[in-house]
């Protein structure tokens, strides 16, 4: 069945260091693929998505781009903020049944 | 536009008790998936409802049910409680069903405690 693979975490960094987090996933078809960010004590909110091959999704400095060919959509960004502490989910919709099929999560700690 | 709400925001019950959570989704979104939250298992999803119907469910034993009224709002169940039950619930909206690439708006969510 399908399924996204995140690299576990925590991920410690400190304020304006470059940030990856692997995300690749198992789908039949072309699923659509999202980040969701949840803050300490909240929801869920996405961050970026794609919906189809090479496109690149972006949002407050974020970005990620749907690679097919690697099954892959790492989320980076340039210089992280303590604020951008939180955990950070990858996820899949495929036109096999539409749900959100999640990763485990990352928790990212960014110190000052 | 306001946002998914749910409530309650916290609930703590006791084995064996049934408890139900509500569920609004943004205005215009027809809609509403349920989610399951704990360190465990992680994100899972419960079932989706469009138009009063279910129209997708995960793999959750027949204790967990829902059902959605004809404004769109949907309520969950869990019946007879157990420990494993406690979780963070969270509902998610958009506007139509069996697109994949609309993107599900999420809730505050409702932390149930299970003693």
């Known amino acids: 069945g399908d399924s996204v693979t995140q690299m576990e975490g925590p991920v410690t960094l400190s304020e304006e260091a470059f940030l990856t987090i692997n995300c690749t996933y198992t789908?039949?078809?072309?699923?659509?693929l999202f980040w969701y960010v949840q803050y300490p004590g909240e929801g869920l909110q996405l961050l970026l998505k794609?919906?189809?091959a090479d496109d690149k999704g972006s949002n407050k400095g974020f970005e990620a781009t749907y690679r097919k060919e690697t099954t892959s959509f790492h989320l980076e960004k340039g210089s992280v903020q303590v604020s951008d502490s939180a955990v950070y989910f990858c996820?899949?919709?495929?036109?096999?049944?539409?749900?959100?099929?999640w990763g485990a999560g990352t928790k990212l700690i960014i110190k000052p | 536009k306001a946002g998914v709400t749910q409530t309650p925001r916290y609930l703590i019950k006791t084995r064996g008790q049934q408890v139900t959570l509500s569920c609004s989704p943004i205005s215009g979104h027809r809609s509403v998936s349920w989610y399951q939250q704990t360190p465990g298992q992680g994100l899972q999803f419960l079932f989706e409802y469009f138009s009063e119907t279910q129209r997708n469910k995960g793999n959750f034993p027949g204790r967990f049910s829902g059902r959605q009224f004809s404004n769109s709002r949907s309520e969950m169940n869990v019946s007879t409680l157990e420990l494993g039950d406690s979780a963070l619930y969270l509902c998610a909206s958009k506007p139509l069903a069996g697109v994949s690439t609309d993107t599900q708006y999420f809730g505050p969510g409702t932390r149930l405690t299970v003693l």
């Open positions: 789908a039949t078809g072309y699923p659509s």
């Open positions: 996820a899949l919709s495929a036109d096999s049944n539409y749900q959100l099929i």
């Open positions: 794609a919906t189809k």
